[in-house]
Nanobody
């Protein structure tokens, strides 16, 4: 029942823009911090951006700071990643992650990923 479904990945030219979406279901979305990770071929998965459950705090990798913006709409159970000024090195599979820690246990859910390719 728990699902995180990414969409919006595409082939774009360097300097272009793309907006990724992650639609969540099967859990209480507003209780979870949301993160975007990415993984390029032969590389380890890296954290790109994160946002707190209320959306009050956003954090970014130094590689994307100033170019990417993470946001969420709790009424729509959706988190977004707006990507501007895209570079070839941004090419990767982008994964949506939901994370929650309580006094009793930790929760983590992952989406299936969406491919972003930046190439001329």
């Amino acid at each position: 029942q728990v699902e995180l479904v990414e969409s919006g990945g595409d082939l774009v030219q360097p300097g272009g823009s793309l907006r990724l979406s992650c639609a969540a279901s099967g859990f209480t979305f507003s209780n979870y911090a949301m993160n975007w990770y990415r993984q390029a071929p032969g590389k380890e998965r890296e954290l790109v951006a994160g946002i707190t459950s209320t959306g009050g705090i956003q954090k970014y990798s130094e590689f994307v700071k100033g170019r990417f913006t993470i946001s969420r709409d709790n009424a729509k159970n959706t988190v977004y990643l707006q990507m501007n000024s895209l570079k070839p090195e941004d090419t990767a599979v982008y994964y949506c992650n939901a994370a929650r820690n309580t006094a009793f246990r930790s929760y983590a859910y992952w989406g299936q990923g969406t491919q972003v390719t930046v190439s001329s």
